[in-house]
């Protein structure tokens, strides 16, 4: 029973197996009206920086007037566009990471994300599936064009 919780958790909250670009290019297309939803609200409201299913950058949204119930929207969208992750936004360059999968933990792990406008998406490659470390390097980030300033990103370490 324990390891049936366990497998639903890591399921539930970004574990399991990583996607294939061809998933979360299906899976980006099929939320497009979600996403933007998304899009429009961090712009609206500036002040958060990151909402994932348990925690909020700032800790405490009502001190920077964002609502509980706007919190819960947020996390509503995320969880139909199974994101449960998240996103990182940032005001100053309107940047946006939403996260599409996670496994590990801080300082070793592995993700795929949507980007929107990142600051430098290098390299750009054709897809991500297969892509390896370079030599030397002990980490990967790649991107992976979807369409105007969207991309995917595979950051692992």
Same mark, same amino acid.
């Given at each position: 029973?324990?390891?049936?919780?366990?497998?639903?958790?890591?399921?539930?909250?970004?574990?399991?197996?990583?996607?294939?670009?061809?998933?979360?290019?299906?899976?980006?297309?099929?939320?497009?009206?979600?996403?933007?939803?998304?899009?429009?609200?961090?712009?609206?409201?500036?002040?958060?920086?990151?909402?994932?299913?348990?925690?909020?950058?700032?800790?405490?949204?009502?001190?920077?007037?964002?609502?509980?119930?706007?919190?819960?929207?947020?996390?509503?969208?995320?969880?139909?566009?199974?994101?449960?992750?998240?996103?990182?936004?940032?005001?100053?360059?309107?940047?946006?990471?939403?996260?599409?999968?996670?496994?590990?933990?801080?300082?070793?792990?592995?993700?795929?994300?949507?980007?929107?406008?990142?600051?430098?998406?290098?390299?750009?490659? @054709?897809?991500?599936?297969?892509?390896?470390?370079?030599?030397?390097? @002990?980490?990967?980030?790649?991107?992976?064009?979807?369409?105007?300033?969207?991309?995917?990103?595979?950051?692992? @370490?």
């Amino acid at each position: 029973m324990l390891l049936v919780t366990l497998l639903c958790l890591a399921a539930c909250y970004g574990g399991g197996p990583k996607p294939t670009d061809a998933e979360l290019l299906a899976r980006f297309r099929a939320h497009r009206p979600e996403i933007a939803t998304l899009m429009k609200m961090m712009e609206e409201d500036r002040v958060i920086r990151r909402i994932d299913y348990d925690w909020t950058d700032p800790s405490n949204p009502l001190s920077a007037g964002i609502s509980a119930d706007r919190i819960s929207q947020y996390r509503r969208i995320l969880f139909d566009i199974d994101c449960p992750r998240g996103f990182y936004y940032d005001s100053n360059t309107g940047s946006v990471t939403i996260i599409a999968w996670a496994v590990g933990l801080a300082g070793s792990g592995a993700s795929k994300s949507f980007m929107y406008k990142p600051v430098n998406p290098v390299p750009l490659v @054709d897809e991500l599936d297969s892509y390896q470390v370079p030599a030397g390097q @002990d980490y990967v980030l790649a991107y992976r064009h979807i369409e105007g300033d969207w991309y995917l990103e595979y950051d692992a @370490d």
